[in-house]
């Protein structure tokens, strides 16, 4: 089994920021903000985050493919390509959907969203220490967060306000049950994977974020909150599977089940609210590090967004018990993670309101709060 990696896997929107001891409800919007400077006067529209996610992200394939300790070859580095794979694949919706003023936009964001928490748990099994993918990693998760939550149909429907209607109180409660469900699942692979410190940790943090949706309250906040802490939990799953050992896989599938659920769900949800696409014009606050600090080309994003797209990183079972198998004495890698995410400011932007009363209202062990891992 692969060693038990020191993730703090809350809920974050930056490809390796960490959100520790945080309720969920709030990490999205606090890490695009919370450990950040405000660059004075410094706005962009959609059109605009969108390009910065793109130069992140070609500039971290640039940096990861000039590094032979990370060739896509090697069997542990491959679930990293693969959710690389992932997030351009779902850039490039976005961005036809965006010409288009279509759906695909917000698709597109949404499953870049899901495969940007992926990859933070698929980047551990490389252990690299390439200090250049990591910061271009972060930035490209910046600028996906501020996507996700400035410009996406839960951002306008927070700005809305208001009451939740019959319909999403239904949405609301299906989720709720579905993740009362989701619970059973976990509990029935938590019996059997005392022994499997990695899965049992996966386990622990998806089991924490259920059980703070489940107690979520009735509220406009509380209900846009979860739609955005699912993303993350999706990631969780998806990425966790490739540290699962053979004997496991077959009942771990059952919570990637799940996930095709949720998914079905939430296109159907997505499908029936509409979207003043004038929003997507309209600029807010960014921060420096969403900027990346060399210069790339069209050309080259082009070129190692094709990559990424086009390339085969599929693995062979034997691969894939080869890392699931792997022992807890590989090196560290990389510390990913910004440890001074955790502060509160800026919280009730985005879809994560701290006022004490709704979504947020101290309830720090429901999903947050993985305190001394």
């Known amino acids: 089994m692969k060693k038990l990696v020191s993730l703090a896997l809350c809920l974050s929107l930056s490809l390796f920021a960490v959100a520790r001891a945080m309720k969920p409800a709030q990490i999205l919007a606090v890490v695009a903000k919370s450990d950040q400077k405000k660059s004075a006067g410094k706005k962009a529209d959609g059109k ?7 130069k992140a992200l070609a500039a971290m394939i640039k940096a990861a493919r000039a590094d032979n300790g990370l060739d896509p070859k090697t069997p542990k580095n491959k679930p990293f390509w693969k959710s690389t794979q992932l997030i351009a694949k779902n850039l490039k919706m976005a961005k036809t959907g965006l010409s ?22 698929d980047w551990e099994l490389t252990d690299s220490k390439n200090k250049e993918v990591t910061e271009n990693g972060k930035k490209l998760g910046h600028a996906i967060a501020l996507l996700r939550t400035d410009f996406s149909k839960e951002a306008a429907r927070k700005k809305a306000g208001g009451e939740l209607t019959a319909k999403e109180k239904a949405d609301f409660d ?34 924490k974020q259920a059980e703070h949706i489940v107690k979520e309250p009735v509220t406009l906040d509380a209900y846009i909150a979860t739609l955005y802490l699912l993303d993350g939990q999706i990631g969780l799953i998806r990425g966790y599977e ?19 659920t949720y998914e079905t769900s939430y296109d159907e949800w997505e499908s029936s609210v509409s979207y003043d696409w004038a929003l997507v014009d309209t600029s807010v606050d960014i921060y420096e590090d969403v900027a990346i600090s060399e ?5 080259e994003i082009n070129s190692e967004e094709a990559y990424a797209e086009h390339e085969s990183f599929d693995m062979s079972e034997a691969e894939e018990q080869e890392v699931a198998a792997e022992e807890d004495t590989d090196d560290e890698g990389e510390d990913m993670s910004d440890d001074d995410s955790g502060d509160d400011e800026g919280a009730d932007d985005n879809g994560g309101d701290d006022d004490g009363g709704n979504d947020n209202s101290g309830d720090d062990d429901g999903g947050g709060d993985d305190g001394g891992d």
Do not use: C, P
Request: proline share 0%; aromatic share 8%.
């Open 100 to 121: 288009a003023k279509s759906n695909d936009f917000f698709k597109g964001v949404t499953g870049a969203r899901q495969a940007e928490e992926q990859m933070k748990v």
């Open 174 to 207: 299906k989720i709720k049950a579905q993740q009362k469900g989701l619970l059973a699942k976990i509990a029935k692979l938590e019996a059997g994977a005392k022994k499997d410190k990695a899965l049992e940790k996966g386990l622990r943090e998806m089991k």
């Open 48 to 54: 605009t985050l969108l390009d910065d996610a793109n």
């Open 242 to 260: 490739y540290y699962v050992d053979k004997s496991w896989r077959g009942d771990y599938l059952v919570l990637v089940d799940w996930v095709h």
């Open 295 to 299: 210069s790339v080309s069209e050309e």
